[in-house]
């Protein structure tokens, strides 16, 4: 069964770093592409960043680029998000989600991590 | 970006009744396009991809049609566990998501 489960979620004060991860199992973690997709509460869907199998190729929405890193360590099967000078408005359930190399279709997802940007 | 409008914004319908959901890209997707579930407190699930093709385990009650810019999702014979919201996505381009509909019943 395809597993995705993340952690390191939490309140967080604006300028600070928090950095989330997603624990990966029951598929082969470096044959797929990753992304972290984000919802602030009662609104949709966002895409965050991206990142290839190998981890040589990451993408990344404007809104994070220069503040957010995504990075995997396919050894042990983890995804992360470092995210740095957080900001009020990057408060949102965060998911971790697989897809296929060569799109964007996201057929697993985890079950979210909670980040709360607040003084 | 590539902009995605879907309407409506929120449904109500009755068992057994049939709905469908529009989504409108700002440009040409080439059929690029996901359907996503999410029931409440849950993540998103994978429906449709390539704008009509089901994934694996979903009900035959869902469908997804379109080409070029306006894409559609059909729930026939609404069931109770159909009670979600539901978003659209293309991925032509970096991926972009609608706006959801919120599926509530009558």
């Known amino acids: 069964e395809v597993q995705l489960v993340e952690s390191g979620g939490g309140l967080v004060q604006p300028g600070r770093s928090l950095k989330l991860s997603c624990a990966a199992s029951?598929?082969?973690?470096?044959?797929?592409?990753m992304a972290w997709v984000c919802q602030a509460p009662t609104k949709g869907l966002e895409w965050v960043a991206s990142?290839?199998?190998?981890?040589?190729?990451?993408y990344y929405r404007d809104s994070v680029k220069g503040r957010f890193t995504i990075s995997r360590d396919n050894a042990k099967n983890t995804l992360y998000l470092q995210m740095d000078s957080l900001r009020s408005e990057d408060t949102a359930t965060y998911y971790c989600?697989?897809?296929?190399?060569?799109?964007?279709?996201?057929?697993?997802w985890g079950q979210g991590a909670s980040v709360t940007v607040s003084s | 970006d590539i902009q995605m409008t879907q309407s409506p914004a929120s449904l109500s319908a009755s068992l057994g009744e049939t709905v469908t959901i529009e989504c409108r890209a700002s440009?040409?997707?080439?059929?690029?396009l996901a359907w996503y579930q999410q029931k409440p407190g849950k993540s998103p699930q994978l429906l449709i991809y390539?704008?009509?093709s089901l994934h694996t385990g979903v009900p035959s009650r869902f469908s997804g049609s379109g080409s070029g810019t306006q894409y559609s999702l059909k729930i026939n014979s609404l069931q109770s566990e159909d009670v979600a919201s539901y978003f659209c996505?293309?991925?032509?381009?970096?991926?972009?998501f609608g706006g959801g509909t919120k599926l509530e019943l009558k």
């Open positions: 440009e040409d997707i080439y059929n690029g």
């Open positions: 990142i290839s199998t190998g981890g040589g190729n990451t």
């Open positions: 996505q293309q991925y032509y381009d970096y991926p972009t």
């Open positions: 029951g598929f082969t973690f470096s044959n797929y592409g």
């Open positions: 390539n704008a009509n």
């Open positions: 989600a697989r897809h296929e190399t060569t799109s964007y279709v996201m057929d697993a």
